[in-house]
């Protein structure tokens, strides 16, 4: 099927929503015709501050989903809906683009895998941080042979304080409290969703994984799983960990969540660092590669957090139009899915957990 100008319809129109409309708005190739949310003032105040006062603003995804004017739904629910919301969605033939981690558990995850190899239109795993600019650059500078074959990853999740850090209402954060809900800890599991992708993506599946997994009140008593301390072994005596540590008085500059995150890959002959993410600290390079006595830092690229979104969609958009594979698929969402996972029940057992 060829799209020339994909009817999009969000499904969950919560915190996250805002960064997913962006691109859709302004791609000549799509447009949002509908915005379904539970909390229908939610959708209603979103359609109006993104500019699509005429969108339908619907209360079931089921009506969405018997819509036969809508092609592809924007899926950005609570975790524990992803798996029933997608099944039906992949049913109705609807292209689907759904928000990580793609279901709570692998048995989950095996049928939204099963059912998009069946579906009629394309699935999508979404996961951003692949695509944000600093990390794209990262990726084809390791594939050019920049940094010789890369032996170890090193991801850091620091979540703080901001004062420019963007409002997340209570109830985004209450379902997170929830492990029926949200399938794990809100930064190990589901920021880490985002590590665990970078990792997998820079290296490959891992074939061990060890967790620390230790537990921390916010001062509004939110409960983050940090510190934590999660190492891997890749395949070829390649390995790598991601440090989670939440520091209460750590000022971050952002636009979005108050964390940063930083990332170091040493190879052979080379390191680099990715030196943002959400947020950052200062002003480093946003990019950094050393290698033959000569450190050079890269500037000039999009740092914002919401182009990794805008990529990311853009990307989905020219594969349904030239009819390439999306990125995730829904089998590289389940190896990611299972590398997080991994680190929860290494967690909760105290083993190394074996993925080979
Ligand atoms: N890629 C990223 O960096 C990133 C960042 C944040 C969140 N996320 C993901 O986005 C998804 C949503 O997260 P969020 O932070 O926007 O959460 P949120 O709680 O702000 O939004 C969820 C929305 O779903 C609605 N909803 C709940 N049940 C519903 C139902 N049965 N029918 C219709 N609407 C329903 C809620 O009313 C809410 O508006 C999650 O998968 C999360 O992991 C990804």
Same mark, same amino acid.
């Given at each position: &099927?060829?799209?020339?100008?994909?009817?999009?319809? &969000?499904?969950?129109?919560?915190?996250?929503?805002?960064?997913?409309?962006?691109?859709?708005?302004?791609?000549?190739?799509?447009?949002?015709?509908?915005?379904?949310?539970?909390?229908?003032?939610?959708?209603?105040?979103?359609?109006?501050?993104?500019?699509?006062?005429?969108?339908?603003?619907?209360?079931?995804?089921?009506?969405?989903?018997?819509?036969?004017?809508?092609?592809?739904?924007?899926?950005?629910?609570?975790?524990?809906?992803?798996?029933?919301?997608?099944?039906?969605?992949?049913?109705?033939?609807?292209?689907?683009?759904?928000? /990580?981690?793609?279901?709570?558990?692998?048995?989950?995850?095996? /049928?939204?895998?099963?059912?998009?190899?069946?579906?009629?239109?394309?699935?999508?795993?979404?996961?951003?941080?692949?695509?944000?600019?600093?990390?794209?650059?990262?990726?084809?500078?390791?594939?050019?042979?920049?940094?010789?074959?890369?032996?170890?990853?090193?991801?850091?999740?620091?979540?703080g304080r901001s004062q420019t850090a963007w409002n997340v209402?209570?109830?985004?954060?209450?379902?997170?409290?929830?492990?029926?809900?949200?399938?794990?800890?809100?930064?190990?599991?589901?920021?880490?969703?985002? /590590?665990?992708?970078?990792?997998?993506?820079?290296?490959?599946?891992?074939?061990?994984?060890?967790?620390?997994?230790?537990?921390?009140?916010?001062?509004?008593?939110?409960?983050?799983?940090?510190?934590? &301390?999660?190492?891997?072994?890749?395949?070829?005596?390649?390995?790598?960990?991601?440090?989670?540590?939440?520091?209460?008085?750590?000022?971050?500059?952002?636009?979005?969540?108050?964390?940063?995150?930083?990332?170091?890959?040493?190879?052979?002959?080379?390191?680099?660092?990715?030196?943002?993410?959400?947020?950052?600290?200062?002003?480093?390079?946003?990019?950094?590669?050393?290698?033959?006595?000569?450190l050079r830092t890269f500037h000039g690229m999009e740092t914002?957090?919401?182009?990794?979104?805008?990529?990311?969609? #853009?990307?989905?958009?020219?594969?349904?139009?030239?009819?390439?594979?999306?990125?995730?698929?829904?089998?590289?969402?389940?190896?990611?899915?299972?590398?997080?996972?991994?680190?929860?029940?290494?967690? #909760?057992?105290?083993?190394?957990?074996?993925?080979?």
């Open positions: &099927m060829f799209y020339d100008r994909l009817r999009v319809a &969000m499904i969950g129109t919560g915190r996250i929503s805002d960064l997913h409309a962006i691109e859709y708005c302004q791609n000549p190739h799509a447009e949002i015709v509908a915005l379904c949310d539970r909390d229908t003032e939610s959708a209603r105040s979103r359609a109006s501050a993104w500019g699509v006062e005429n969108a339908r603003i619907v209360e079931d995804y089921r009506t969405i989903l018997a819509d036969p004017e809508i092609d592809l739904v924007e899926i950005l629910l609570p975790h524990h809906l992803h798996c029933s919301v997608t099944l039906a969605a992949i049913e109705a033939g609807k292209v689907v683009s759904l928000q /990580k981690p793609m279901c709570v558990d692998l048995a989950e995850a095996d /049928k939204v895998v099963e059912a998009a190899a069946n579906a009629r239109a394309p699935v999508k795993v979404f996961e951003n941080f692949i695509f944000y600019p600093p990390v794209m650059k990262a990726k084809s500078l390791v594939d050019e042979g920049a940094i010789g074959t890369p032996l170890t990853i090193r991801i850091k999740s620091n979540p209402p209570h109830a985004a954060d209450a379902w997170r409290q929830e492990r029926s809900q949200s399938g794990g800890g809100p930064l190990v599991f589901d920021d880490g969703h985002h /590590k665990f992708a970078l990792a997998w993506h820079f290296m490959g599946n891992p074939e061990e994984v060890h967790a620390f997994i230790g537990e921390t009140q916010r001062q509004d008593g939110f409960c983050f799983d940090a510190p934590a &301390m999660v190492s891997f072994r890749f395949p070829g005596n390649r390995m790598g960990n991601l440090e989670v540590v939440y520091s209460p008085e750590l000022d971050i500059i952002t636009r979005h969540y108050a964390q940063d995150d930083r990332v170091e890959i040493t190879g052979t002959k080379g390191v680099m660092w990715i030196n943002c993410g959400h947020g950052r600290l200062g002003d480093p390079p946003p990019l950094a590669l050393y290698r033959d006595g000569e914002g957090w919401e182009a990794s979104f805008v990529h990311s969609t #853009r990307h989905f958009i020219e594969a349904l139009r030239s009819g390439t594979a999306p990125s995730l698929t829904a089998g590289e969402g389940r190896q990611v899915l299972r590398f997080a996972l991994a680190a929860e029940e290494s967690a #909760r057992t105290g083993k190394t957990v074996e993925l080979r």
